[in-house]
């Protein structure tokens, strides 16, 4: 029997967020520094008569779970008749903007590539995720990329120097999120991406980051969509010592720590507050 593949699928923050203006079809055009981070999924596939998928969370059992509908995308592409089982254990909070569906997604087709021995190469990957979600083709490579358009124009780029920081993730689940916040955002919000470029070029020039120059365009209207965020920004910048930015369309926020002592002091500071937090570290790469 073919021993299951095992890989873990990295969350992500996002740097910078700014959102550019709406465009002709509805949708808005943003520039966004990402980054992969050590906080992950566990998944699983094995070969199977059908396709399945169980998760520790049962509510994200089924086929409108991103990773089965990766899974049905490549059988009916590339690989009709072949079956899968997927498990997924969840250690990224659920809808915290932190990308935890598409990641599971990318991690997915990585692994079918292999289970099914596809040898697919990454422009077919890469199409393969762009139909599944603008967020999917980033989670492909990992490791750190600029995303423009509708974010499905994704460019890698040289890793960023490793960092450490601490995520918090309040249990906070509204509604048409995404929809919510930009509905919020309005002419006065827009920018021409210049918070990214600045961030950009200190990457290209090899510098550690400097936390204040993050920025997140939601930061702006979050509070209205997440009432309680407020509580936990204070408190994450009181344990960091540092500026707390929204990941995404939140409710997860992240500070900048200097080390990975800092940033378990922090987590664990946060903890004995009853507020769930991790300590995660840089990483440069996709699902392994």
């Known amino acids: 029997m073919q021993a299951p593949i095992m890989l873990k699928a990295y969350a992500k923050v996002n740097l910078t967020l700014e959102v550019l203006g709406r465009r002709e079809d509805g949708y808005h055009e943003v520039v966004t520094l990402l980054q992969t981070v050590s906080l992950h999924d566990q998944l699983s596939v094995r070969p199977a008569p059908g396709l399945g998928?169980?998760?520790?969370?049962?509510?994200?059992?089924?086929?409108?779970?991103?990773?089965?509908?990766?899974?049905?995308?490549?059988?009916?592409?590339?690989?009709?008749?072949?079956?899968?089982?997927?498990?997924?254990?969840?250690g990224i909070p659920v809808a915290g903007g932190l990308g935890g569906?598409?990641?599971?997604?990318a991690a997915t087709l990585v692994a079918l590539d292999r289970l099914w021995g596809l040898d697919l190469g990454m422009a077919r990957l890469l199409d393969a995720a762009?139909?599944?979600?603008?967020?999917?083709?980033?989670?492909?490579?990992?490791?750190?990329?600029?995303?423009?358009?509708?974010?499905?124009?994704?460019?890698?780029?040289?890793?960023a120097p490793p960092f450490w920081m601490v995520l918090v993730c309040p249990p906070v689940r509204p509604a048409n999120k995404t929809?919510?916040?930009y509905?919020?955002?309005?002419?006065?919000?827009?920018t021409r991406g210049e918070a990214t470029e600045t961030v950009l070029e200190r990457l290209k020039a090899g510098r550690p980051f400097e936390p204040d120059q993050f920025c997140n365009v939601f930061e702006a209207v979050a509070d209205g969509v997440f009432p309680e965020l407020a509580g936990y920004r204070r408190a994450l910048e009181e344990v960091s010592g540092h500026r707390a930015h929204l990941s995404g369309t939140g409710p997860s926020l992240f500070a900048l720590v200097p080390?990975?002592?800092?940033?378990?002091?922090?987590?664990?500071?946060?903890?004995?507050?009853?507020?769930?937090?991790?300590?995660?570290?840089?990483v440069n790469g996709g699902p392994a």
């Open 53 to 90: 998928i169980q998760c520790d969370d049962p509510t994200l059992e089924g086929p409108d779970n991103l990773a089965f509908r990766a899974a049905l995308l490549l059988q009916g592409k590339y690989a009709p008749g072949r079956g899968v089982a997927i498990g997924i254990k969840k």
């Open 101 to 105: 569906g598409s990641t599971d997604a």
């Open 130 to 159: 762009a139909a599944l979600g603008s967020d999917v083709p980033f989670f492909i490579r990992g490791g750190t990329a600029v995303a423009r358009g509708r974010g499905e124009v994704v460019e890698t780029l040289r890793p």
């Open 179 to 181: 929809a919510s916040l």
């Open 183 to 190: 509905r919020l955002l309005g002419p006065g919000h827009y």
């Open 259 to 282: 080390d990975r002592a800092a940033a378990e002091r922090a987590a664990g500071a946060l903890w004995a507050r009853g507020l769930a937090a991790w300590a995660v570290s840089s």
